[in-house]
């Protein structure tokens, strides 16, 4: 049977320790923490490896990515520094997988010129020398995206994180399943209403999925004939950016029924996954 994973958030109502019992209470047996030097790991990794849990990523820190490409940057080095800690850190609790995006970012032009790969080879060197392998993430930029899984498409370490809610919620004229399904690594599952308007972050939810629109026959049909996932990662939040009533359906939920109601979405997508059709 396919296990369940969540990708944790730096900030709840109570301690991570006690986070990942109640996941662990409700049928998740997988955790994805944001990366932050502030997190209790030490208490984090002895729960989980108390319950029989497994710590399959870390999600690299949010933001600074347009600062690694440009080489004139004065935040290049302090970003890169964090992104590389964060490996290491990786590699030192054993944690076998980065998650990390490649842009971040609505309003951008992407350059004619040549692209400086400078701090991204360094990223991916030093992943590779810790046993640690990198999965870029769908977001904005797909223009970015591609010419990373271009450039080291013969790195054995680099490969793919499919963000379903990304893929329904910004613009993009590339079909990620297609042109990078072959290499895919990990997921992160969740659900929105797709781009209402101008395009903002504001559409990316992460609902559980069936609150939004996506139509996850199809999804999961198309993930069943991409690399086997022993564990399917869902990106889920209490509380999304947005302010809007209508737009933060659990707002009421106590962190308990959260977690209960997303596993329980999470394991009717899971069955999907593992049905013979669909």
């Not at 990942?20 to 502030?38: K, M, N, Q, R, T």
């Not at 820190?61 to 992104?83: C, I, M, V, Y």
């Not at 995206?145 to 680099?158: E, Q, T």
Request: aromatic share 10%; net charge negative; glycine share 6%.
């Amino acid at each position: 049977m396919v296990s369940l994973g969540f990708s944790m958030q730096l900030k709840y109502d109570r301690p991570q320790p006690q986070v990942i019992e109640l996941l662990y209470d409700v049928g998740f047996s997988a955790i994805s923490p944001v990366w932050s030097p502030e997190l209790p790991w030490k208490e984090m990794l002895s729960t989980a490896q108390r319950l029989g849990m497994t710590v399959q990523s870390v999600h690299t820190p949010h933001g600074g990515q347009p600062n690694l490409w440009d080489p004139a940057d004065p935040l290049r080095s302090s970003t890169l520094e964090k992104f590389l800690d964060c490996i290491e850190d990786c590699a030192r609790m054993e944690i076998p997988i980065a998650v990390l995006h490649g842009w971040q970012g609505l309003g951008y032009t992407f350059p004619e010129t040549p692209l400086d790969f400078s701090a991204f080879d360094q990223i991916v060197d030093f992943a590779e020398s810790c046993n640690v392998r990198l999965a870029f993430e769908n977001l904005e930029g797909e223009e970015y995206l591609k010419a990373l899984l271009d450039r080291y498409r013969n790195r054995g370490h680099v490969g793919y994180c499919w963000d379903s809610g990304h893929d329904h919620c910004y613009p993009h004229k590339l079909d990620f399943l297609e042109c990078f399904g072959d290499r895919l690594i990990m997921t992160h599952l969740h659900d929105n209403f797709g781009t209402r308007g101008i395009p903002t972050t504001l559409d990316d939810l992460h609902l559980l999925p069936g609150d939004g629109n996506i139509c996850w026959e199809q999804a999961i049909g198309r993930l069943k004939n991409l690399p086997k996932q022993n564990i399917l990662n869902f990106e889920l939040k209490k509380l999304c950016k947005s302010t809007d009533p209508t737009d933060r359906l659990y707002a009421q939920l106590t962190t308990e029924d959260y977690f209960h109601l997303a596993a329980q979405r999470a394991r009717q997508i899971a069955d999907l996954y593992e049905k013979e059709s669909l």
